[in-house]
């Protein structure tokens, strides 16, 4: 069984991770490949599911307050959004919150 985006959006409503991060420059950041590898991780052990196909489009530098938008692709081509926030910077690990919006879009016809 697999979930739609739609089911996704339901469970995902405030989950949270932390990374060690990389730290190439004053502030440590977490690459947009390690990040969704990430969110997929968090989704499926909330879920109970396989990971997800999650991508996201930008690095996370570790700035408390700091957002970026990742895509959730369902099996079914339906997408939901998820917003990610730093919530905590120490030394090279990031925390952040991930939420899902609460309406997934449609598979393309």
Do not use: N, W, Y
């Not at 420059?25 to 196909?53: N, Y």
Request: charged share 20%.
């Amino acid at each position: 069984m697999t979930l739609s985006a739609v089911a996704v959006s339901a469970l995902l409503t405030g989950c949270s991770a932390s990374v060690h991060a990389e730290k190439t420059s004053d502030e440590p950041k977490i690459s947009s490949g390690k990040l969704a590898d990430t969110v997929a991780e968090r989704l499926a052990a909330q879920t109970g599911q396989p990971k997800p196909d999650v991508s996201c489009p930008e690095d996370l530098v570790g700035k408390v307050g700091t957002k970026t938008r990742c895509v959730l692709t369902a099996s079914d081509k339906s997408t939901v959004g998820i917003t990610v926030t730093v919530t905590s910077v120490k030394d090279s690990q990031i925390s952040f919150g991930i939420k899902a919006d609460e309406k997934a879009s449609p598979a393309p016809q």
